[in-house]
């Protein structure tokens, strides 16, 4: 008896992640299912939304918009700062990604979008900001979650403790 998916449910699924031009961003089919802990904030919020309810077996489709997802575009999260501030880097080309400090000393990471001359664009918006996203999904086995799992707040692979 397969239960539905609730808060503290670990659930896997499989999961094809399409743009709105259909082509393909992501996905785990080929490979492992994606487990997660439902509710404690380990997907996207509109993803999370959809599969409330679901059980093993279900498969369905969910349209996830920008607010649901990764948030909207921040015009302010793009800047054009001097190659300078790149030293120490011996390769830097449009797309690649880097981890920076932000004002007030947290973690964030920034890419190269554009290189003319010795102006860089680096942008700090998630890389799926402001994009609709299409999921294809299939629920693959949904659990209880352990008590440390849910005290933890994500999956602990093969009952591991840690």
Same mark, same amino acid.
Request: net charge negative; no cysteine; hydrophobic share 35%.
């Given at each position: #008896? +397969? +239960?539905? =998916? ?9 999961? !094809? ?7 393909? #961003?992501?996905? +785990? /089919?080929? &490979?492992?299912? %994606? !487990? ?6 380990? %997907?996207?919020?509109?993803?999370? %939304? ?5 059980? !093993?077996? $279900? +498969?369905?489709?969910? !349209?996830?918009?920008? $607010? ?9 999260? =793009? ?5 300078? #501030? ?18 007030? &000393?947290? /973690? /964030? ?7 003319? &001359?010795? $102006?860089?664009?680096? $942008? ?6 402001? %994009? *609709? ?12 979650? *352990? @008590? /440390? @799992? =849910?005290?933890? &707040? ?9």
């Amino acid at each position: #008896m +397969s +239960s539905a =998916i609730e808060k503290n449910s670990v659930v896997s699924l499989h999961y !094809t992640l399409r743009n709105d031009a259909g082509e393909v #961003m992501d996905s +785990s /089919q080929g &490979g492992d299912p %994606l !487990t997660y802990l439902h509710g404690a904030n380990n %997907l996207i919020p509109g993803l999370e %939304l959809e599969l409330e309810g679901k059980a !093993t077996g $279900d +498969s369905f489709s969910a !349209t996830i918009p920008p $607010d649901q997802a990764y948030g909207e575009v921040h015009e302010e999260y =793009i800047q054009v700062i001097s190659r300078e #501030m790149f030293q120490g880097v011996d390769e830097l080309e449009v797309g690649k990604a880097f981890m920076a400090q932000g004002e007030g &000393g947290e /973690q /964030q990471q920034i890419r190269v979008t554009a290189i003319e &001359g010795d $102006d860089i664009t680096i $942008d700090a918006n998630h890389p799926m900001a402001g %994009l *609709t996203l299409h999921f294809e999904i299939e629920v693959v086995e949904v659990r209880e979650g *352990t @008590e /440390q @799992e =849910i005290a933890h &707040g994500h999956v602990h692979r093969d009952g591991a403790d840690h």
